[in-house]
């Protein structure tokens, strides 16, 4: 079945590095793409969104590419900043219809 | 503007006791969904309800039943609750009409988390 894979964590950085978690997909065709990000004690919340080949989604100062080519859609931040702690999915839309998460990755970020 | 709401936050019960956890959205949303998170599995779909009156099995179905009372409130029932069932619970929404999440985002609530002894 489809999937998606994306970098273990715990990811620990400093305040102002340049983060990026990676993020692969399966699914055929060109599924729509997500980041979502899980704040301590709330539920998801949606970051960004990709919804075909190059398009760049970003907010907050992160950014996300979707590439076909390497059926991929990186997270990438250049300064991050110690209320950017959390952790962070990155979700595929399936062959099925339905939403394929991945398993998360914990970023810390030190003052 | 609260969102999507659920009810208990915490909750603790014995191998082979009932509860329901409760789920209400005040977004006129079409579908709602039940998702059940672990360590190191990410988020499994349990239920989903694409409209009033009707639920879908998701990935992992077995052990619970759903209820979609009317468009805001979407229950989940444990009838006999196994240790393998601990986890934290989320209700989310969307205003999808096919009862899939990919077209448009989902809206978490808070999350209940349920400890079976």
């Known amino acids: 079945g489809d999937s998606v894979t994306q970098m273990e964590g715990p990811v620990t950085l400093s305040e102002e590095a340049f983060l990026t978690i990676n993020c692969t997909y399966t699914a055929t065709g060109y599924p729509s793409l997500f980041w979502y990000v899980q704040y301590p004690g709330e539920g998801l919340q949606l970051l960004l969104k990709a919804t075909k080949a190059d398009d760049k989604g970003s907010n907050k100062g992160f950014e996300a590419t979707y590439r076909k080519e390497t059926t991929s859609f990186h997270l990438e931040k250049g300064s991050v900043q110690v209320s950017d702690s959390a952790v962070y999915f990155c979700a595929s839309g399936g062959s099925q219809g339905n939403l394929i998460f991945g398993k998360g990755t914990k970023l810390s970020v030190k003052p | ?117």
């Open chain 2, 1 to 117: 503007n609260a969102g999507v709401t659920q009810t208990p936050k915490f909750q603790v019960l014995k191998t082979g006791q009932s509860m329901t956890l409760q789920c209400a959205q005040d977004m006129n949303h079409n579908s709602m969904y039940w998702y059940r998170q672990d360590p190191g599995m990410g988020l499994r779909l349990i239920y989903y309800s694409a409209s009033e009156g009707t639920t879908d099995k998701g990935e992992v179905p077995n052990g619970y039943n759903v209820s979609r009372l009317n468009k805001r409130e979407f229950s989940l029932r444990l009838e006999s609750a196994a240790p393998s069932q601990t986890s934290v619970y989320f209700c989310a929404s969307n205003a999808d009409r096919r009862g899939f999440s990919y077209n448009s985002p989902l809206h978490f609530g808070n999350g209940t988390r349920l400890t079976v002894t």
